[in-house]
C-alpha cells in the first residue's frame, strides 16, 4: 500500500514536472516567436523608410564612413509638418541633434530651436533653420547644421505629422502628466482648439500632438520634456501585451511615415548596443540667445559663444577634429 502511494507520488511530480517543462517550453517558443517577429516587421519596416541622401552614406567632414558599432557618430531626428505641402517638403517643427559614443554608451542631445537665424547652404541667404527642409528636404537640412555647428551629420530620421499620430491611435493612446492648464489648436482642418489640465490625462493622436507642440504658453525647451513624456509612454505602451499584437500595424505606420539613412543592419546594431542606454548617460545641451525682429519677422539669434561651446562639446564626443580653421 506505501509503495502504490509512493508510486502515485511519484508519478504526480513527474506529471507537474512535465507541466513545468511544457509551459517553459511554450514561453521560450512565444518568445523566441516573438523576437523573430519583431525582427521580421522592423526588416519589412526598415526597407520602406530607408532613403539616402544625394551625397551618399559618408558626410563631406568625414575622411571615412562610420561604424555604428565602433565609432562615435551623429544622428539628426527631424520632426516635419508636411500636412500642408500634401507630403512634399515642408518646414522642420522638431530638430534634435543626438551624438554618440558606442564604446563609452554616452550620448549628448541638442534640440535647435525652430526659430534660429542660420544660413541655409544652398541659398546663399540668412534665413529660419527650419526653411532648410523645404528648400531642399533632407539634404538641405543638412548641410545647414553641418555648416552651423561645423561636424558631420552621418544619419538622419524624419517622421510627419501624420505617422506620430497614426502610431499614438495605434496604441490606443498615451497617458501623460501635464504640468499646467492650457490649449493648443489642433493641426486637423477644423483647427479647434484642446485643452490640457494639470494632472494626468489620456491623449489620442491629434491631442498628443497638440500636446507636444504647444509653446505659446512656455517655450521651445518646455516643450522638449513634454516631447519625451509621450515618447516615454507610447514606447511603454507599444511594450505592453495589449500593445504586441499590433506591431503588424505600427510597423506600416512606420513604413508609409519615416524616412531615414539608417540601413537594416544599422538599426540592428543600434538596438544591440545601445539597449541599456538610458537618461542618466545621456547629457543635454542647450542653445543661448536671444529673439530678434528683422524686417517684421522673429528669429532667435543664438549667442556666439554659446554656439562655440556646443560645438566643441559635441566635436569632442564625436572625436572630431576642428575643421574650421583647416
Same mark, same amino acid.
Do not use: C
Given at each position: 500500500?506505501?509503495?502504490?502511494?509512493?508510486?502515485?507520488?511519484?508519478?504526480?511530480?513527474?506529471?507537474?514536472?512535465?507541466?513545468? $517543462?511544457?509551459?517553459?517550453?511554450?514561453?521560450?517558443?512565444?518568445?523566441?516567436?516573438?523576437?523573430?517577429?519583431?525582427?521580421?516587421?522592423?526588416? +519589412?519596416?526598415?526597407?520602406?523608410?530607408?532613403?539616402?541622401? #544625394?551625397?551618399?552614406? +559618408?558626410?563631406?567632414?568625414?575622411?571615412?564612413?562610420?561604424?555604428?558599432?565602433?565609432?562615435?557618430?551623429?544622428?539628426?531626428?527631424?520632426?516635419? #509638418?508636411?500636412?500642408?505641402?500634401?507630403?512634399?517638403?515642408?518646414?522642420? *517643427?522638431?530638430?534634435?541633434?543626438?551624438?554618440?559614443?558606442?564604446?563609452?554608451?554616452?550620448?549628448?542631445?541638442?534640440? $535647435?530651436?525652430?526659430?534660429?537665424?542660420?544660413?541655409?547652404?544652398?541659398?546663399?541667404?540668412?534665413?529660419?533653420?527650419?526653411?532648410?527642409?523645404?528648400?531642399?528636404?533632407?539634404?538641405?537640412?543638412? *548641410?545647414?547644421?553641418?555648416?552651423?555647428?561645423?561636424?558631420?551629420?552621418?544619419?538622419?530620421?524624419?517622421?510627419?505629422?501624420?505617422?506620430?499620430? *497614426?502610431?499614438?491611435?495605434?496604441?490606443?493612446?498615451?497617458?501623460?502628466?501635464?504640468?499646467?492648464?492650457?490649449?493648443?489648436?489642433?493641426?486637423?482642418?477644423?483647427?479647434?482648439?484642446? +485643452?490640457?489640465?494639470?494632472?494626468?490625462?489620456?491623449?489620442?493622436? #491629434?491631442?498628443?500632438?497638440?500636446?507636444?507642440?504647444?509653446?505659446?504658453?512656455?517655450?521651445?525647451?518646455?516643450?522638449?520634456?513634454?516631447?519625451?513624456?509621450?515618447?516615454?509612454?507610447?514606447?511603454?505602451?507599444?511594450?505592453?501585451?495589449?500593445?504586441?499584437?499590433?506591431? *503588424?500595424?505600427?510597423?506600416?505606420?512606420?513604413?508609409?511615415?519615416?524616412?531615414?539613412?539608417?540601413?537594416?543592419?544599422?538599426?540592428?546594431?543600434?538596438?544591440?548596443?545601445?539597449?541599456?542606454?538610458?537618461?542618466?548617460?545621456?547629457?543635454?545641451?542647450?542653445?543661448?540667445?536671444?529673439?530678434?525682429? %528683422?524686417?517684421? %519677422?522673429?528669429?532667435?539669434?543664438?549667442?556666439?559663444?554659446?554656439?562655440?561651446?556646443?560645438? +566643441?562639446?559635441?566635436?569632442?564626443?564625436?572625436?572630431?577634429?576642428?575643421?574650421?580653421?583647416?
Amino acid at each position: 500500500m506505501a509503495n502504490n502511494k509512493s508510486r502515485i507520488r511519484r508519478r504526480r511530480k513527474r506529471s507537474i514536472l512535465r507541466k513545468i $517543462i511544457l509551459l517553459i517550453s511554450l514561453i521560450v517558443l512565444l518568445v523566441v516567436g516573438y523576437g523573430a517577429y519583431v525582427a521580421f516587421q522592423g526588416y +519589412q519596416a526598415s526597407k520602406k523608410t530607408f532613403n539616402e541622401l #544625394e551625397r551618399g552614406n +559618408q558626410s563631406e567632414l568625414r575622411g571615412e564612413a562610420v561604424k555604428i558599432s565602433e565609432d562615435p557618430f551623429s544622428i539628426l531626428l527631424m520632426g516635419v #509638418e508636411d500636412y500642408s505641402t500634401g507630403g512634399d517638403h515642408g518646414r522642420t *517643427d522638431t530638430l534634435i541633434l543626438l551624438t554618440i559614443d558606442p564604446k563609452k554608451k554616452t550620448a549628448k542631445m541638442v534640440s $535647435i530651436p525652430r526659430d534660429t537665424r542660420v544660413e541655409i547652404v544652398g541659398r546663399g541667404k540668412m534665413d529660419k533653420i527650419n526653411h532648410a527642409h523645404a528648400f531642399g528636404g533632407p539634404d538641405m537640412t543638412i *548641410d545647414t547644421i553641418e555648416n552651423f555647428l561645423d561636424i558631420p551629420i552621418d544619419y538622419y530620421a524624419k517622421v510627419n505629422f501624420q505617422g506620430f499620430k *497614426d502610431i499614438i491611435n495605434e496604441i490606443n493612446g498615451v497617458e501623460v502628466d501635464v504640468p499646467f492648464d492650457f490649449w493648443e489648436y489642433s493641426d486637423e482642418v477644423n483647427r479647434k482648439k484642446i +485643452q490640457f489640465t494639470e494632472g494626468p490625462m489620456k491623449l489620442d493622436g #491629434e491631442e498628443a500632438l497638440a500636446y507636444v507642440r504647444m509653446r505659446r504658453f512656455d517655450s521651445d525647451f518646455g516643450r522638449s520634456d513634454r516631447q519625451r513624456q509621450v515618447i516615454d509612454a507610447a514606447l511603454d505602451k507599444t511594450l505592453s501585451v495589449s500593445g504586441l499584437f499590433k506591431l *503588424d500595424d505600427i510597423a506600416d505606420h512606420l513604413g508609409e511615415n519615416i524616412q531615414t539613412n539608417l540601413t537594416a543592419l544599422d538599426l540592428v546594431s543600434l538596438k544591440k548596443n545601445f539597449a541599456d542606454l538610458n537618461s542618466a548617460n545621456i547629457e543635454n545641451l542647450k542653445f543661448n540667445g536671444e529673439d530678434a525682429r %528683422i524686417n517684421g %519677422i522673429y528669429y532667435f539669434e543664438p549667442y556666439e559663444d554659446n554656439v562655440n561651446e556646443i560645438e +566643441q562639446i559635441l566635436k569632442n564626443h564625436l572625436n572630431h577634429e576642428n575643421t574650421s580653421e583647416e
